[in-house]
C-alpha cells in the first residue's frame, strides 16, 4: 500500500509485488495517492505493508492506519522503506509488527514465509530493521496499479502533455551529508538495480503509454558507468523516448564530461537541490 510518491506510480510497490508473486502470494496494490481504500483486498489480506519512502507518506499511511485496522484488526503489519527503520518507535507503538528498511523486498518475501509457517510468526522480527543486500532483482509488475494517465505527466515545451513512467536504477547514495534521510539507512553506501530489469521495467511502462521516463534515483551519478550504460541503451531502444534525473551539483561537476551524454539521449532536465549558497553552512551540512 502507497500513500504518495510525487505523483509518480510507485516503484516501491510494483518491484516487491514481482517479488512475493513468485513466492506464491496473492498480492493486491493499492496507491492511495489515485484511488480510494478498497475495503475487500484489505478485509482479505494477511499481511498488509505500507511503503514509506518519504516523511509525507508515512504521515499519510499513519491517518489512513486506524481505518485499515478497523476493516482488518488480524493482518500482520508491516512498514518498509527509507522512512521505517527511522520511525521505528512511532510506528511499532501504532500496532506495527515488522519494520523494514534499504534493500526490502527479500525481506518481505521472508516475512511471508514465517506467516505462511506452521509454528506461526516468531514474537521478535528475525529479518533486519535495515538489509543493504545485493539483491538480483526482478522486473516490477505494475498491471493491477492505477494506469499512468492517472499520475503526473509533462508539460513539454511543444505544449503537449507526455504521459510519465517511473523507475529506479539504484538506491541509497554514497555520500554523507547531514541533512539527508538516506544516510541513517545506507551510511554511504548504495545499490543497483541491474540494467537489464531497469530496461524491462521501462519497456512495459512504453507498452502502457510512457512518452517519457523519470528516474527517481537519490543521485543517478552515484555509479556513473552504470547510469551511462542504463540511458545509452534505452535511446539506442527508444530514440524518441525523453526521461529526467536528480544528480547532485557535485556530481554534475565532477562528471561534465558525461553531461552531453545525457543531453544525447534524451535527458530534458536534470533536478538538482541546492540546500544554501553559504559555504559556510554547506560545510555543516558536509556538502
Same mark, same amino acid.
Given at each position: 500500500? /502507497?500513500?504518495? #510518491?510525487?505523483? =509518480?506510480? @510507485?516503484? +516501491?510497490?510494483?518491484?516487491?509485488?514481482?517479488?512475493? *508473486?513468485?513466492?506464491? $502470494?496473492?498480492?493486491?496494490?493499492?496507491?492511495?495517492?489515485?484511488?480510494?481504500?478498497?475495503?475487500?483486498?484489505?478485509?482479505?489480506?494477511?499481511?498488509?505493508?505500507?511503503?514509506?519512502?518519504?516523511?509525507?507518506?508515512?504521515?499519510?499511511?499513519?491517518?489512513?492506519?486506524?481505518?485499515?485496522?478497523?476493516?482488518?484488526?488480524?493482518?500482520?503489519?508491516?512498514?518498509?522503506?527509507?522512512?521505517?527503520?527511522?520511525?521505528?518507535?512511532?510506528?511499532?507503538?501504532?500496532?506495527?509488527?515488522?519494520?523494514?528498511?534499504?534493500?526490502?523486498?527479500?525481506?518481505?518475501? /521472508?516475512?511471508? #514465509?514465517?506467516? =505462511?509457517? @506452521?509454528? +506461526?510468526?516468531?514474537?521478535?522480527?528475525?529479518?533486519? *530493521?535495515?538489509?543493504? $543486500?545485493?539483491?538480483?532483482?526482478?522486473?516490477?509488475?505494475?498491471?493491477?496499479?492505477?494506469?499512468?494517465?492517472?499520475?503526473?505527466?509533462?508539460?513539454?515545451?511543444?505544449?503537449?502533455?507526455?504521459?510519465?513512467?517511473?523507475?529506479?536504477?539504484?538506491?541509497?547514495?554514497?555520500?554523507?551529508?547531514?541533512?539527508?534521510?538516506?544516510?541513517?539507512?545506507?551510511?554511504?553506501?548504495?545499490?543497483?538495480?541491474?540494467?537489464?530489469?531497469?530496461?524491462?521495467?521501462?519497456?512495459?511502462?512504453?507498452?502502457?503509454?510512457?512518452?517519457?521516463?523519470?528516474?527517481?534515483?537519490?543521485?543517478?551519478?552515484?555509479?556513473?558507468?552504470?547510469?551511462?550504460?542504463?540511458?545509452?541503451?534505452?535511446?539506442?531502444?527508444?530514440?524518441?523516448?525523453?526521461?529526467?534525473?536528480?544528480?547532485?551539483?557535485?556530481?554534475?561537476?565532477?562528471?561534465?564530461?558525461?553531461?552531453?551524454?545525457?543531453?544525447?539521449?534524451?535527458?530534458?532536465?536534470?533536478?538538482?537541490?541546492?540546500?544554501?549558497?553559504?559555504?559556510?553552512?554547506?560545510?555543516?551540512?558536509?556538502?
Amino acid at each position: 500500500m /502507497s500513500t504518495y #510518491e510525487l505523483g =509518480r506510480q @510507485p516503484f +516501491g510497490l510494483a518491484s516487491p509485488a514481482a517479488w512475493l *508473486r513468485r513466492a506464491g $502470494a496473492r498480492v493486491s496494490c493499492l496507491d492511495l495517492s489515485r484511488e480510494p481504500l478498497r475495503e475487500e483486498p484489505v478485509c482479505q489480506a494477511d499481511l498488509i505493508a505500507f511503503y514509506v519512502p518519504m516523511h509525507t507518506a508515512t504521515r499519510l499511511a499513519v491517518e489512513v492506519l486506524p481505518a485499515v485496522r478497523q476493516l482488518n484488526p488480524r493482518a500482520h503489519l508491516c512498514f518498509y522503506g527509507l522512512y521505517a527503520p527511522v520511525n521505528e518507535s512511532l510506528l511499532r507503538r501504532l500496532g506495527a509488527d515488522t519494520i523494514l528498511g534499504g534493500e526490502f523486498e527479500e525481506s518481505l518475501v /521472508s516475512v511471508l #514465509e514465517r506467516l =505462511r509457517s @506452521p509454528t +506461526g510468526p516468531p514474537n521478535a522480527q528475525p529479518e533486519p *530493521r535495515v538489509s543493504l $543486500a545485493r539483491q538480483r532483482f526482478l522486473a516490477p509488475e505494475r498491471h493491477d496499479l492505477p494506469p499512468l494517465s492517472r499520475y503526473a505527466h509533462l508539460n513539454h515545451a511543444d505544449g503537449k502533455p507526455r504521459t510519465v513512467g517511473y523507475t529506479e536504477a539504484s538506491r541509497g547514495c554514497k555520500h554523507l551529508c547531514r541533512h539527508c534521510p538516506i544516510v541513517p539507512v545506507y551510511g554511504g553506501r548504495f545499490r543497483i538495480v541491474q540494467p537489464d530489469v531497469v530496461l524491462e521495467d521501462i519497456r512495459r511502462q512504453v507498452e502502457a503509454g510512457a512518452e517519457h521516463i523519470t528516474f527517481g534515483d537519490p543521485d543517478f551519478f552515484n555509479g556513473i558507468r552504470h547510469a551511462i550504460g542504463v540511458v545509452t541503451t534505452l535511446h539506442r531502444e527508444y530514440p524518441n523516448l525523453t526521461y529526467d534525473v536528480t544528480i547532485k551539483i557535485e556530481h554534475l561537476l565532477e562528471h561534465a564530461e558525461h553531461l552531453r551524454t545525457l543531453g544525447d539521449t534524451g535527458c530534458l532536465f536534470v533536478t538538482s537541490a541546492v540546500e544554501a549558497v553559504d559555504d559556510s553552512i554547506l560545510a555543516r551540512l558536509d556538502k
